[in-house]
């Protein structure tokens, strides 16, 4: 869970607003019952002060990407959209490398 539920007003980078805190609860109900327990899984991982999440835009409603996207930062120059940090992707996959700050059972506390 983010703070951020709009689009517009939400940072392109964590590190803009160090104050954010999120939640994020593993969810393992596409294992069998019984396989996997999220409080084991997690364990030990509090002794790490990052972690890697690998996520996808999955409110993107674009059906298409386009190859070159204008980034605000270049003033509407197009460039190549692996160049850039847009959502608008063909596999919209998403890569963020955020702060632990605590384990509490199933869920991350992230900054």
Same mark, same amino acid.
């Given at each position: ?5 709009? !689009? ?14 999120? !939640? ?6 596409? #294992? ?7 409080? #084991? ?10 972690? =890697?999440?690998? =996520? ?11 190859? !070159? ?8 120059? !197009? ?29 991350? #506390?992230?900054?």
């Amino acid at each position: 869970r983010s703070p951020f539920v709009e !689009k517009n007003g939400t940072p392109r980078q964590g590190c803009v607003v160090p104050s954010a805190r999120a !939640k994020l609860r593993l969810c393992l109900a596409a #294992h069998p019952p019984g396989t996997l327990n999220a409080s #084991h899984a997690l364990e030990g991982l509090g002794a790490f002060s990052h972690v =890697w999440l690998l =996520w996808l835009f999955d409110r993107d409603s674009r059906s298409a990407a386009k190859s !070159k996207v204008r980034p605000p930062r270049l003033d509407g120059a !197009k460039t190549g959209l692996y160049s850039t940090r847009t959502p608008h992707r063909p596999n919209r996959v998403g890569l963020s490398l955020v702060r632990l700050l605590a384990v509490e059972g199933d869920t991350l #506390h992230l900054s």
